[in-house]
């Protein structure tokens, strides 16, 4: 089954972390890490420190980046009488029900459809932020699914403008797939107490079945940290292979350009026809308005194909695909597949 449809990895790790898999020594699992009697968390938050310019006691180290948002959320949710969330309309369901868990309550922002892509209008959401004032306002950049993110110039305008009680969660885990730049992190961060980035080794990296999430706090969070660390470190073998993971860049951004390669296939191949629009992403998948009388057609094509990819039920996006960049030969195929219905439904 090629499965195109949750945003996951189709490609090979990288020779370095297949090299760590292989040679890694099992009765390493026998102890724990000693790293947390000097002071730090793990291994990783160290190399992430020196990779971002973040101080490692700022450092957050997660099961994955679903993990960071359920600790975050549910933690600054619970405390005090002030309980909203803010989110953005087109966007996961899940920010929604983490907020519910903890008894949270949330409110959507737009998104504005523009000519091929969905964006935030920067003024809107700092004059939702102050009207509503929220304990926190979320941004995905990039946003799934629509697949648009925000500058940096853009995140600190809306951090300057809005209440310092209101702490801001960035979810980045689809960032890197087309902007090289992370410098804007360690300023940013270093500004703002009231600021939360989150990134993980499941999207770019590629390694989702690691669940290995990491991101980065402003200062004044002890608390917090408390909650989110764990006392005895972490899983010594996810260790090793982030740490080979995040010295593979040169690999992953092999992969990054066979996804553009993709969107650029997906635009020529399908842009101009009609009923489709195909929106800007910045991310590991893109969304394709399509007819969406093909859709039954289109499903069980597919399915003979054994392929799957994400037919958007989200009000307002219904008539949209989301489909996963996968590799070349994979891409192929489904803009093969799409036509090929077109043309015989």
Known sequence: MNYLDRNEFNFEPSQKVVDTIKNFDPKTLCFYTRIYDQGKKSVISVRLSEIYNVPEEQVLLTYGGEDMLKNSIHYFLMLGDNK?????????????????????????????????????????????????????????????PTGNGLTPTEIGCIMENIPEDTMVLIDEAYASFISTDTAYIAPLVSKYSNLIISRTLSKFYGLPGLRCGFGFIGKGHDQFLSY?????????????VALAALDSDEHYRKVADDMEWGRQLYKKELGNLPGFKVYKSVANF??????????????????????????????GLESCLRITLGRKEQTQTVVDTIKQVLQNP
């Not at 903890?102 to 459809?113: K, Q, S």
């Not at 660390?229 to 090793?240: I, T």
């Not at 308005?289 to 958007?312: C, G």
């Open 228 to 240: 989110c660390n764990k006392y005895l470190g972490y899983n010594r073998f996810s260790e090793a």
């Open 286 to 315: 893109i969304l394709i308005k399509y007819p969406v009388e093909i859709k039954n057609a289109l499903m069980e094509a597919l399915k003979v194909q054994d392929y799957k990819i994400k037919f958007m039920g989200d009000k």
């Open 84 to 144: 909203k969330i803010l989110i953005p309309e087109f966007s996961w369901w899940y920010y929604n029900r983490v907020a519910s868990e903890c008894g949270g309550t949330f409110e959507m922002y737009p998104l504005h459809e523009q000519e091929d892509t969905f964006a935030y209008d920067v003024e809107e959401v700092i004059e939702y932020t102050n009207r509503v004032h929220p304990r926190m306002l979320l941004l995905a950049s990039p946003n799934n």
